[in-house]
């Protein structure tokens, strides 16, 4: 048990280390969100004005948190892919070391990697105008994490039967775009088409972004921008990271 | 001398082909054992069922006491294995590499530590430690990989085509080193080559070809089964001189080419007789010690060079397709 846990943590320190290497990854991680936030939030604010004292930066800032924590998160599997391609994988299969703990261990290291983004997306708050206390600060970073390893580990699911880095461009255009923009980011889940509805209650994104909502604005004049509760938002995040853990676990058995 | 490998009646089917029929080897304790064999001729799928990399279709493998299909971990645990191609981690120093390793094999944290330091000694690598391993050259890399796999205190190392791909120097510096190894280490080495000039080295080789063992012994006991010399002749009228020269000198003519090959017990002395013989009709003689190149030939009909340009040739384009 203690080797194996000794195995998690060096797949997990690997993935952190290769990030601070990676000066492009890093900016790139800062400068989108920053982005969407500010010209899309911006933008929208102005020429929508909402009901009460919310404005549209405010509704959508937990939703950019949560495209920081999304995208990094699924895109983490092109480093599988990437493993395998340049042979590192190899080397971790051929080691005495089990096919679940590869799996925790990386996705704990990509869930790290995107938890670090969604944390200084975090610390922008103040310019969004809002002010966050260090309690609401630490239950959101724990729920950020539970997201991340989720995410990412769905990353590396859909990553164990792909062969080139392009197919898993694919994968991120076709399904985590969609997830971000059907995730209630930018407009909330009532008050969509009936067939919308469904497409946003099953994507567990959704959930992710209501949960962040929950815990950022918990007070009854804001409530109408949530559509659940934050149990039930933990929840089915919980249940589905666990799945996907065990789905990954499976599928890494059937390929390798 | 105990086996440290024992195989019996391995073998491996793939859905198109039976890649490994039915082999049968041992491998002594410390010994230096090679693997040989051109490209394709099921090498690196035995290989990879010694290591637990593939299930055996039939029979079964026991790597150093422990059979590979009831006990892989143990026997992961036993070896050291070293790819064709590199299976580092790039992104990463040199150090890092040996240190993840240690841990993925649970090697304790102050012996590890110690270890390191020795393994790049060995592979004189000790100044580049902390450099990215991005910027090694072929040689560095493969040098730094057969450093890690001996991390672990392996038993038995694993090196498939340790050579490939590496320009004749930096050939020539692997092997002093895995000459070098074998006097440091109480280890057993099992390396796969295509290079017969390389499988001299060893103190045993299996020849393979077609997914058959078709000669296991040391290189000079192969080479002296030929019996004697070996005469290369280009003549005139290949198959009337032929016929001839097998009625005449009671020898068994092989045709390679546009030449003939036969043994002879006392080539010097015959050379003159034969010339002789054949005055009108020889064009070209050479007469040669038999190399592990005519035991292949004699064993197979081919040399084993024939295979070896597309193997390059395969090489280049995946080297050239990681951006080398």
């Known amino acids: 048990m203690a080797h ?43 020429s929508l004005p909402m009901a009460g004292d919310m404005d549209f930066l405010k509704f959508i800032y937990p939703g950019i948190i949560g495209m920081t924590l999304l995208m990094p998160s699924i895109g983490n ?31 704990l290291g990509g869930g790290t990697v995107s938890l670090i983004g969604g944390t200084i997306v975090l610390f922008l708050s103040p310019f969004v105008g809002i002010s966050l206390s260090i309690i609401t ?30 197919g898993f461009q694919m994968i991120m255009t076709l399904l985590a775009m969609p997830m971000f923009f ?27 972004v209501d949960g962040l909502r929950n815990i950022m604005y918990n007070s009854p004049e804001v409530n109408a921008m949530t559509t659940f509760n934050l149990s039930f938002d933990i929840g089915v995040i919980a249940i589905f990271g666990f799945v996907i853990t065990i789905a990954t676990v499976i599928a890494f058995n059937i390929k390798e | 001398m105990e086996n440290i490998i024992e195989v019996s009646g391995l073998r491996k089917k793939f859905p198109e082909v039976i890649a490994v029929k039915d082999i049968n080897f041992n491998v002594k304790k410390g010994e230096l054992f090679g693997f ?43 070896i050291g294995l070293v790819f064709q191609e590199s299976t580092l981690d790039e992104n990463l120093t040199a150090y890092e590499n040996l240190k993840y390793h240690a841990n993925f094999y649970g090697v304790e944290k102050q012996k590890a530590k110690k270890r390191i330091t020795e393994v790049l000694e060995m592979v004189q690598l000790t100044e580049r430690k902390n450099s990215i391993v991005e910027n090694f050259s072929g040689g560095m890399k493969r040098r730094l990989e057969i450093a890690r796999g001996l991390l672990h205190y392996p038993k038995i190392l694993f090196l498939d085509e340790p050579t490939i791909g590496l320009d004749p120097q930096t050939r020539n510096k692997i092997w002093d080193f895995i000459q070098n190894l074998k006097k440091e280490e109480d280890i057993t080495i099992f390396l796969t080559t295509h290079y017969m000039d390389e499988a001299e080295y060893c103190d045993r080789i299996a020849i393979m070809d077609h997914g058959e063992i078709i000669a296991s012994d040391s290189p000079e006991q192969l080479k002296a089964n030929l019996g004697g010399d070996i005469i290369k ?32 017990n006392n080539g010097e002395e015959f050379i003159p007789v034969f010339v002789k013989d054949f005055k009108e009709q020889i064009k070209s003689i050479t007469m040669q010690q038999p190399t592990l190149d005519d035991v292949f030939l004699n064993l197979t009909g081919r040399e084993i060079r024939d295979e070896e340009a597309s193997a390059t040739d395969k090489m280049k384009n995946k080297m050239k397709k990681r951006g080398h």
């Open chain 1, 137 to 166: 600060i630490i239950k959101l970073l724990i729920f950020m994490a539970l997201t991340t390893f989720t995410m990412t580990s769905f990353g590396i699911l859909l990553a164990i039967p792909m062969e080139s880095t392009e």
């Open chain 1, 77 to 107: 599997g092109i480093s599988l892919v990437m493993d395998r391609e340049f042979g590192f994988l190899k080397e971790i299969l051929v080691a005495p070391v089990s096919r679940t703990s590869i799996s925790i261990g990386k996705a």
């Open chain 1, 182 to 208: 059907l995730s209630g980011a930018f407009f909330p889940i009532e008050g969509v088409p009936n067939w919308m509805s469904i497409l946003m209650r099953i994507n567990p994104m959704a959930y992710a």
């Open chain 2, 36 to 78: 040989l064999g051109p490209n394709g001729a099921g090498k690196s799928t035995t290989i990879q069922m010694l290591c637990t990399l593939l299930k055996p279709s039939a029979g079964k493998a026991i790597v150093n006491g422990y059979n590979t299909l009831d006990n892989p971990g143990k026997v992961r645990k036993s």
């Open chain 1, 4 to 46: 194996e846990i000794r195995a998690i943590y060096t797949l997990w320190i690997r993935e952190v280390k290769r990030f601070s290497r990676q000066k492009s990854r890093i900016m790139g991680m800062i400068i989108q969100p920053l982005i969407f936030l500010f010209f899309i939030g911006k933008g929208m604010s102005s």
């Open chain 2, 233 to 264: 002749t280009k003549v005139e009228n290949k198959d009337e001189v032929k016929k001839e020269i097998e009625n005449k000198y009671n020898v068994e003519v092989q045709e390679y080419k546009e030449y003939l090959t036969f043994e002879h």
